[in-house]
């Protein structure tokens, strides 16, 4: 039996268990893929820090450059850019497959990294990197090969999804329910990356690149993140059926593809509204297949190294039995459309004086700007009245579909109604 050298870079939360598999299941691992996986040597940074996974002392080194020379597989997991970038490089240079689950290096360097291994004729294989064990870009690039992929919208960060079920289920703000998350482990010391929505874009711009043939990159994303919704959004919008979750779209329009991460409200039945705490999802609709969902833990040590495993099992069939690596389509060049190209139905906040006729002023401006309303909901708080105040009426709006521009020309003009106090949120709708 044929035996491939394995090096493995990184021994932390993902590592140590992919290192774990690899040794405790050497024997099923060797059946599968018809070659012994043997794992050569682990980089890290101090080879004599305690280990979750008990791998013989002497497969650890700092000198991960060596370890990389002398692979047929090689498993980046250390994370960040350098010197993750380096020794990737290295690795397609000395015609070593690699696998990856490192998202931040491939949205800022992705595009040289897959046309280096293109270029080599290496695979290069980054399941990991987009919504932790779900298995989401093999089955865009091969289960759906044969079909065409309309939109994809994802849950892909926990963390936020985590913040904002909890805002839902409790009616926390946002800081507290960012805090809650922070204790449990579930934001990073300093969660910006989480948090305004700069991870679920780098995922996007990968689902994307797959779905549509076309490589995106991270600039190619609108972001928003959720850092400015609020209790008062969330419960406007459970009161009227929706919950609020920060989405990863692309979809294909006219003339081109639209990459975005918003926070977006969904009905609370779409089956992305099902996904609670820090689970993650993948909605695709494609032409011939209809709607498929992919769900399941988006990160964590063991399920992470589910996914970076079935890389490295589909990575040592291939070497057994030879022929080309697979790469990534990118037979289209579509270009992105601006945010301005895309139509929603929007969900709009505003706090207005309680006067008679503030409605129909307000009405008549979505009128005048073509934007057609399908709900609106007032409460009135009548507290401030009685402490002597004003009566100050919350407005919540549903439109039916606008596009981007007319709905700016309209909140613009309705901010300028001296009825409005302050228009508090404006947030798209989606999967209705
Ligand atoms: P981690 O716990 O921080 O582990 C990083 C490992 O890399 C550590 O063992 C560290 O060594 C080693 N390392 C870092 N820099 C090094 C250097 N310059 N030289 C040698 N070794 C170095 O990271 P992780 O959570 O396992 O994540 C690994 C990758 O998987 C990242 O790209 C991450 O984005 C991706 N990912 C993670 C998850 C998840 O749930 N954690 C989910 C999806 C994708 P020491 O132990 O000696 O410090």
Request: glycine share 10%.
């Amino acid at each position: 039996m044929k035996t491939l050298k394995v090096a493995l870079l990184g021994a932390g939360n993902v590592g140590s268990q992919v290192a774990r598999i690899l040794l405790e299941d050497a024997d099923a691992l060797a059946a599968r893929t018809g070659a012994r996986l043997e794992l050569v040597g682990i980089a890290v940074r101090n080879v004599d820090a305690p280990r979750d996974v008990q791998a013989p002392r002497e497969l650890y080194t700092t000198d991960a450059s060596a370890l990389v020379r002398g692979a047929d597989i090689v498993i980046e997991l250390m994370g960040g850019i350098e010197p993750a970038r380096t020794l990737i490089l290295e690795a397609i240079e000395h015609g070593a497959t690699v696998v990856t689950g490192n998202k931040a290096l491939l949205a800022v360097d992705g595009p040289t990294l897959y046309e280096k291994a293109d270029a080599a004729g290496v695979q290069l294989s980054y399941e990991a990197a987009v919504a932790g064990a779900i298995p989401i870009l093999r089955p865009i690039t091969d289960s759906l090969a044969g079909d065409k992929i309309t939109r994809v919208m994802g849950i892909v960060n926990g963390t936020t999804n985590f913040i904002l079920d909890a805002m839902d289920s409790t009616g926390a703000e946002f800081a507290d329910a960012l805090a809650e998350a922070t204790r449990l482990g579930y934001a990073e010391a300093d969660p910006t990356a989480d948090i305004e929505g700069h991870d679920a874009a780098a995922k996007g711009a990968i689902l994307a690149s797959l779905a549509f043939h076309t490589r995106f990159a991270l600039e190619d994303v609108n972001c928003q993140g959720i850092t400015s919704v609020t209790a008062g959004d969330i419960a406007a919008a459970k009161d009227a059926g929706y919950v609020i979750k920060l989405l990863a779209i692309a979809e294909k329009l006219d003339g081109g593809v639209s990459v975005r991460v918003h926070p977006t409200l969904i009905p609370r039945e779409h089956p992305l509204g099902a996904v609670r705490g820090a689970f993650n999802a993948v909605f695709v609709e494609a032409e011939s297949a209809g709607e498929l969902m992919f769900y399941g833990r988006g990160a964590g040590g063991s399920p992470t190294a589910s996914a970076v495993m079935g890389d490295v099992v589909s990575a040592a069939r291939r070497l057994v039995l030879g022929g080309p690596g697979r790469t990534d389509s990118t037979i289209e060049v579509l270009p992105v459309l601006p945010i301005d190209a895309v139509t929603t139905r929007y969900y709009i906040g505003m706090d207005a004086a309680d006067q008679p006729g503030v409605l129909s002023k307000i009405a008549a401006l979505f009128a005048e700007n073509g934007v057609s309303i399908e709900t609106m909901r007032q409460t009135v708080h009548r507290d401030e009245n009685e402490n002597g105040g004003p009566a100050t009426a919350e407005l919540r709006i549903v439109t039916h579909r606008a596009s981007e521009a007319a709905l700016a020309a309209t909140v613009e003009a309705i901010k300028g109604l001296d009825i409005i106090n302050s228009v508090t949120s404006v947030l798209r709708v989606e999967g209705v």
